[in-house]
């Protein structure tokens, strides 16, 4: 079998980016407004400086109004609360995201639940949840958007598709499957429990592997000609002394099976963002009645 089609997130990321680049112009030439994204980052983990700063860059390119409260470690959560709570009064604040991870004095989950859910453009709060489980217009999580993107991408069709996906995080593997149920498909979440797991992915036309652990799922686990997105990004020792980035798929033996799969890095990653720009733009839209998006599209 031919080695598999490589699926070029970068390149699609860059596609959804001018699109929403397009649409935000349009938004503020017929109605006046500019999309607002507010980051709030509080400490100083460099991974998370390297994430906002990399937002703020792509926001602003997309034609968005970035804004930035970056706040010390010492920050209490009564602070950030307040603050929230003035960013969900500002109207030209559209949407709101609260880099995690947060210092340990700080409930992540109170944190992400006083976000307006209509601003809560990374599509964690309970009620976004919700909506994407019933199929009401919801923000969904911005990686299993993009991933679904992608899928799309490699098999236009999805209906009646078998697929599984390995993982069964609230940020990733729950909102994936429900997206993938709206397309039609025929989903198993699987996880480390599961009995036969390999047995269970090898049934999949589709493996969405959202794990968390390097090359855990084998090539020999993939059926034939199935499309693999591989969410996982895991940093290992490489052979000489330099760490390299894998993801939760071991590739090379992946991509003599697989019929297409995303690499890692330059796969998922890249949508992210993309996605995100999309879900502030949606936002802004259905803030101003402008746009009643079903579930999954926003």
Request: net charge neutral; proline share 5%; charged share 20%.
């Amino acid at each position: 079998m031919a080695e598999a089609k490589i699926i070029d997130g970068k390149a699609i990321a860059e596609e959804v980016r001018a699109e929403v680049a397009a649409d935000a112009a349009r938004l503020k030439r017929e109605h006046g407004i500019v999309a607002g994204l507010a980051v709030v980052l509080v400490g100083e983990d460099p991974a998370s400086q390297v994430y906002v700063g990399s937002k703020d860059k792509a926001t602003r390119a997309a034609g968005l109004n970035s804004i930035q409260h970056r706040l010390p470690a010492s920050t209490s959560e009564l602070e950030l609360l307040e603050l929230i709570g003035a960013l969900n009064r500002d109207d030209d604040v559209h949407g709101i995201l609260v880099q995690l991870p947060l210092p340990g004095h700080i409930d992540s989950t109170k944190v992400i639940e006083a976000i307006d859910p209509d601003k809560d453009v990374d599509g964690f709060h309970p009620v976004n949840a919700g909506r994407l489980a019933i199929g009401e217009r919801a923000l969904v999580p911005c990686t299993p958007t993009g991933c679904l993107i992608l899928a799309q991408r490699a098999l236009p069709d999805l209906r009646g598709v078998e697929a599984v996906v390995v993982g069964r995080s609230n940020i990733v593997g729950k909102p994936m499957a429900q997206l993938l149920l709206q397309q039609d498909c025929t989903v198993t979440i699987a996880h480390s429990k599961t009995r036969s797991l390999p047995e269970v992915v090898r049934r999949a036309d589709l493996v969405v592997a959202a794990v968390g652990r390097p090359e855990f799922v084998r090539g020999d686990w993939i059926k034939p000609g199935a499309v693999v997105i591989d969410v996982g990004i895991n940093r290992i020792a490489g052979d000489n002394g330099k760490s390299r980035l894998v993801g939760d798929v071991a590739f090379a033996e992946a991509s003599k099976v697989a019929s297409a799969i995303t690499p890692v890095p330059g796969g998922v990653g890249p949508m992210t963002i993309a996605c995100l720009l999309r879900n502030t733009l949606q936002a802004a839209k259905a803030q101003a009645g402008i746009l009643q998006a079903s579930a999954g599209q926003s």
